[in-house]
């Protein structure tokens, strides 16, 4: 026996929907960074850009929190500091 749901019918309780707040995000891009979403939303096989931009944050916590990847990513970041402070500039 399976249960039939309604549409447009909220199936939580005032405690449930309490805990459960989103908040929308406006977002905007310029033509490159369009072009990225683009290209994100082919490989990740997705349609829609607000669904492909919360994996691409899912994926990019992931990246960030994973222990080998943070190290590499800080040490970049202070190889960054350090050459703006020398005045060493970008290094290609």
Same mark, same amino acid.
């Given at each position: !026996?399976?249960? $039939? +749901?309604?549409?447009?019918? =909220?199936y939580? @309780?005032?405690? &449930?929907?309490a805990?459960?707040? =989103?908040k *929308?995000i406006? *977002?905007?891009l310029?033509? &490159? $960074?369009?072009?990225?979403l683009d290209?994100? +939303? %082919?490989?990740?096989?997705q349609?829609? @850009? =607000? %669904?492909?931009l919360k !994996?691409?944050?899912? #994926?990019?916590f992931?990246?960030?929190h994973d222990t080998? %990847?943070g190290?590499?990513?800080a %040490? #970049?970041?202070?190889? $960054?500091?350090r050459?703006?402070r =020398?005045?060493?500039?970008e *290094?290609?």
């Open positions: !026996m399976s249960l $039939e +749901k309604k549409p447009f019918i =909220s939580k @309780d005032e405690e &449930e929907r805990l459960d707040i =989103s *929308v406006p *977002v905007r310029n033509t &490159e $960074e369009r072009e990225r290209a994100c +939303k %082919t490989i990740l096989q349609s829609k @850009d =607000s %669904t492909t !994996m691409l944050a899912h #994926i990019g992931n990246v960030l080998l %990847t190290q590499i990513i %040490t #970049i970041f202070k190889n $960054e500091q050459n703006k =020398s005045g060493v500039g *290094v290609e």
